[in-house]
């Protein structure tokens, strides 16, 4: 794992943009995975922002989001389809016809869940997997205890999920229950991951998942077994790491290492 420790949230989002830049312009037609939740908003927008200023193209790329709550249509306000519309799709040149995301409102969400991981793997699979986490170390919506062999499917969201996730919503009541999300396993077979958390309310699943037991009692712990996983953090995100000056020695500043 390299682990990037930014001075602030809007150093790491900057830091983040870069590597997500750094991928399409290297690979215009780059396999993008994408993620929603707050911490991806102002992520985003640094991305809209280079298309505008710098003309970086999403035109040839693909990309495949993480998860849709069940029972939601694209057009519902709290759906993960309005809330990438609003944020980034609406924003950039990405072809629509290539932009996926999990069918929350399918008739069969099961069967949905199966077509969406043949779709990635038509695809050719997933170049660069983008990931925040949650305060239970949950990554997409696999919520701890989650298989890690596990591939797209219907979860059930933990209270705790769903309260952080109230905001969104009326009430609690009305904050889905259900969710496709894609698996464990279907994230590590990614080509590289990119995680970026920010805020003192991560810095729990933060040390779990970089330094506790791989446990599927944090499914972000998973990823100590891929090869090419950055962790952007921001200096409250990291505040509970034991090994925060061995991170800083090699990556000052979060910057790569020479022999990245
Ligand atoms: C949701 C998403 C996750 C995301 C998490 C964190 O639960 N399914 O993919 O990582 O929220 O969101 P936030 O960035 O708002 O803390």
Redesign the pocket.
């Known amino acids: 794992m390299k682990v990037l420790i930014l001075p602030d949230a809007q150093a790491a989002i900057q830091r983040a943009a870069d590597i997500i830049a750094r991928t399409v312009i290297a690979k215009p037609d780059a396999v993008l995975g994408l993620?929603?939740?707050?911490?991806?908003l102002p992520l985003y927008k640094a991305l809209a922002q280079r298309h505008r200023d710098e003309g970086l193209s999403f035109a040839k790329t693909t990309s495949f989001n993480?998860?849709e709550y069940i029972g939601l249509a694209p057009d519902h306000p709290c759906s993960y389809h309005h809330y990438m519309q609003e944020a980034f799709f609406a924003h950039v040149d990405i072809d629509p016809a290539r932009a996926h995301l999990p069918k929350g409102d399918a008739p069969d969400p099961q069967a949905a869940s199966l077509d969406y991981e043949a779709l990635i793997e038509a695809a050719g699979g997933i170049d660069l997997q983008l990931?925040?986490?949650?305060q239970n170390g949950?990554?997409?919506?696999n919520e701890p205890t989650a298989s890690l062999g596990s591939r797209t499917r219907i979860k059930t969201l933990t209270d705790s999920?769903r309260r952080?996730?109230q905001r969104y919503f009326a009430s609690f009541e009305e904050t889905p229950r259900y969710a496709i999300t894609t698996g464990v396993a279907t994230i590590l077979s990614s080509r590289k991951c990119l995680l970026v958390a920010t805020g003192e309310d991560?810095a729990e699943a933060v040390a779990n998942m970089v330094e506790g037991p791989v446990s599927a009692a944090c499914p972000a712990s998973a990823l100590q077994f891929h090869a090419r996983a950055t962790i952007i953090l921001d200096e409250a995100a990291a505040s509970a790491l034991k090994l925060t000056d061995y991170y800083e020695n090699v990556h000052p500043q979060g910057q790569d290492s020479i022999f990245d």
């Open positions: 993620a929603t939740g707050g911490t991806m993480l998860d990931l925040g986490i949650g949950h990554i997409g919506f999920t952080a996730n991560k």
